[in-house]
Each structure stands twice: as C-alpha cells, then as structure tokens.
C-alpha cells in the first residue's frame, strides 16, 4: 500500500523540482526526502525518479502517481472539511499569507472579527506578490490574499482553488502638503507632472508596471522614476517633499502623515483583491468564517478607499 505521508511528499517535489527544493520547503534534509522517496518507489514497484549526479526528475510514471496523489489528497482534505462543517464553533489553526499592503490593510479587521472565535487562531504572514497561489495550491497555507493587475489570476487558478473578489484597488496620486497639486480644486492634469520628481517601486514589479502605464499618458519623453522597495518608503519619502508618486489605494490604509492624495482622471490602473483557498477546504468551519470575514474587511476598506477621506491630516 501506498504510504500517505510520501505521497505528499512527492507532490511537494513535483511542485519543488528537486529534492533540495522540496527539503527546504517540507523542513527535512535533502538525504531524508531521498530516502523516503526511494521507499515510495519501493511500495509502488516501479521507477519514480530518474536521478542523476546532479538533478532529479520525475518519470512517466512518476508523473501519473503525481495526478493520482494530488485528487487522492485533495478528496482526504474534502472528507476532512465536511466532517469538521458539523463542528459547533470554529476550531485549529488558519494560516494566510498576503502580499504587504493588503497584510496591514486586511489584518485589524481579521483579528478583531476571529478573536470571538475562543478555539480558533490565526496565523498571517507576508509573502512577494505572485508566491500567494502557489502557497495555497501546494497546501502550506490555507487563503492566500493576492493581487491580480490584469485580470489573470482567476483564469491561471488551478481547478483545485476557488477564487473570491474583494475588492477594486486604483492607483492614486499622493503629494507634499505644500505641492501646487495638493490643492483639491485644482484639477490632475498628467501632462503638468512631466517633469516632477516621481519616485515608484523597482522595474518589473506589478505596481510599477502600472505606474509605467500611467505614465505613458503624460505625453513627451515618458519620467523615468526613482526606484525604491516597498510603497510605504515611496510614501514617506513623499511626506518629507522629495517626490510624487502613483501608488495603489490600498497602501494609504497605513495612514502615513504629511501627504495628499488625489484621484487620477478617467480610469486609472488599478488591481482586483481578491481570496484565494482550496475548493477542498471552503467548507471547513475555519476557513469559511475567515473569508466571511475577509469580505466584511473587504466592504469596510473599499469604502475608506475613496483618497480624500485615506488623506493624511
């Protein structure tokens, strides 16, 4: 018989793409996954892993094991949430990861909303944009909140993952107090910021390439931004009066002083926000009140995202 604990363990390589890669991930050393591995080969009667002196991959047969396991672990989680659907109360642990602005937006109303809940806790942690699917998807995590610039993410998801909208984040444009634009009557005209200091996260990552995209409409030769990680160092540094900045609506719920935030005309670029969790696990107790209360969270940030009332007094 097949041993459940290494069939998990061979998904989580397929997934990897090597046995360091799924070591690392799982908390066992690289000899450990090798050997438990071998064993699965040994329970299966056929070759796995095709090893060399410096890779491993899956064979054919490997690979169709690897479809069996995922439906097989997938089905244990299902039985596992429809038994726990008929628990009284919320019980375990649930663990979220989160892209950085939507973890300090998102995480006051969790944990004000889930503490009533005595026997449940609440694990969440930040994750680069793009790892949050990929998380939920191999089982580390339980919701994923992730950010989708272009409309793909519900159409990449796996079918395994179910995908809840929360809401609409637009980028917006935030000044100095003392800035021409900072006056509300005052109209935002892209082409007058041609040539201001704007400032915008590193080339390549998705709010910068929305930046780009807004900025390609000032007309003339398109600002070249100076880069800096993490949006709440571009909004501080926009506080002191070193620059301008294009930043999705959602960063403002930090509440960082000193600057003012102004809508962009028309339909600026924006991001949807939205849940991400295993079809398998929805039903679970934990699972389910914690996106009910991502979605109350959601409604509550969507109405304080209108940028005059974000603005730092």
Known sequence: ?????????????????????????????PSAVSQQLAALEREAG???????????????AGRRLVEHAERILSMVEAAESDLSAHAATPSGRVLITAFPTAAVAFAPALARSLRRHAALTLR????????????????????????????????????????????????????????????????VVLAELRDEPWMATPDGEPSRLAVDRLLADVGG????????????TILGLVA????????PALA???????????????????????????????NRPSVSVTLRAMHVAARV?????????LAAR
């Open 1 to 29: 018989m097949l041993d459940f604990r290494r069939l998990m363990l061979i998904c989580e390589f397929a997934r990897r793409g090597s046995i360091a890669g799924a070591a690392a991930s799982l908390g066992y050393s």
């Open 46 to 60: 056929t070759a796995l892993i095709d090893r060399t002196a410096r890779s491993a991959e899956l064979t054919d």
């Open 221 to 232: 030769a398109l600002p070249v931004p100076w880069e800096f990680e993490g949006l709440g």
């Open 124 to 187: 969440m942690r930040q994750a680069r944009s793009g790892r949050g699917m990929r998380e939920v998807e191999s089982g580390e995590v339980d919701i994923a909140l992730v950010d989708d610039w272009y409309g793909r993410a519900r159409e990449r998801s796996p079918d395994q993952l179910r995908a809840f909208p929360l809401l609409r984040d637009p980028l917006v444009l935030v000044v100095p107090r003392k800035h021409p634009m900072a006056d509300p009557d005052r109209p």
């Open 240 to 247: 002191k009066g070193i620059g301008i900045a294009a930043v």
């Open 301 to 309: 940030l969507a109405a304080d995202l209108e940028p005059l009332r």
């Open 252 to 282: 403002l719920a930090s509440g960082v002083r000193g600057i003012v935030v102004r809508e962009f005309p028309g339909d600026p670029p924006g991001r949807e926000v939205l849940a991400i969790a295993r079809a398998s696990s929805v």
